[in-house]
């Protein structure tokens, strides 16, 4: 089985500019969560995606943002860079098991996003 | 507050020896799970080992354990005869059920560092 895959796997951008990252989920799991880690603050949530409609949502300005397709692919975008958005940019897939709190979350390689 | 709290931001330990790496943990919520997952340097985090709350046996798996404390809100991660493999990040996440801001709350990690 395929595990969690994300493009592109390292992007350089500009302040001002903005930036789309991909994730596809494991097969069959339905729920895609984004989280930013920089040395900083570690890894922060971003928000979680489950049946294409947001579920939760981190403390990130609106400049940040999400969706899920139908197929569960997810997309987050990034608009006006900053330099402070420098970051490994790491998505997680979730089956969401039913039994409790036993929702591992199996993450993908991430996209290392650095602005210039 | 801090939600989970890894108070070693460093370790060396000799090939072969066995490491314990701390954790702890602060919630309200009766029902919960804990993670760890290991980060190498490339970047892609890897689950580890999960605790539900109301597991009665600590979870084991392959080398891994974990030693989980419920009255003291401790769940240290026990490596037994660590491997120059093992040197990494490690982060231990917890996973509130009833808590309606339904994430996973990670720590700062520990880096481990396996001397040959």
């Known amino acids: 089985k395929a595990g969690v895959t994300q493009t592109p796997r390292y992007l350089i951008k500009t302040r001002g500019q903005q930036v789309t990252l991909s994730c596809s989920p494991i097969?069959?799991?339905?729920?895609v969560s984004w989280y930013q880690q920089t040395p900083g603050q570690g890894l922060q949530f971003l928000f979680e995606?489950?049946?294409?409609?947001?579920?939760n949502k981190g403390n990130f300005p609106g400049r940040f943002s999400g969706r899920q397709f139908s197929n569960s692919r997810s997309e987050m975008n990034v608009s006006t860079l900053e330099l402070g958005d420098s970051a490994l940019y790491l998505c997680?897939?979730?089956?969401?098991?039913?039994?409790?709190?036993?929702?591992?979350?199996?993450f993908g390689p991430g996209t290392r996003l650095l602005v210039l | 507050a801090q939600k989970i709290t890894q108070t070693q931001p460093g370790m060396f330990v000799q090939e072969k020896e066995a490491v314990t790496l701390d954790c702890t943990y602060d919630?309200?919520?009766?029902?919960?799970?804990l993670f760890w997952y290991k980060q190498p340097s490339s970047g892609e985090m890897i689950f580890l080992i999960y605790?539900?709350?109301?597991?009665?046996q600590n979870a084991t798996e392959g080398r891994y354990s974990l030693n989980f404390q419920k009255a003291r809100k401790s769940a240290n991660l026990v490596i037994s005869a660590s491997q120059l493999g093992d040197s990494a990040m490690y982060f231990c996440?917890?996973?509130?059920?009833?808590?309606?801001?339904?994430?996973?709350?990670f720590g700062k990690g520990t880096r481990l560092h396996i001397l040959p």
């Open positions: 997680a897939s979730t089956l969401l098991a039913a039994s409790l709190g036993e929702e591992t979350q199996y």
């Open positions: 097969s069959g799991h339905r729920s």
């Open positions: 995606y489950f049946s294409e409609t947001q579920r």
């Open positions: 919630t309200s919520d009766p029902s919960y799970g």
């Open positions: 605790q539900g709350s109301y597991d009665q």
């Open positions: 996440a917890m996973r509130e059920v009833e808590n309606r801001d339904d994430k996973i709350i």
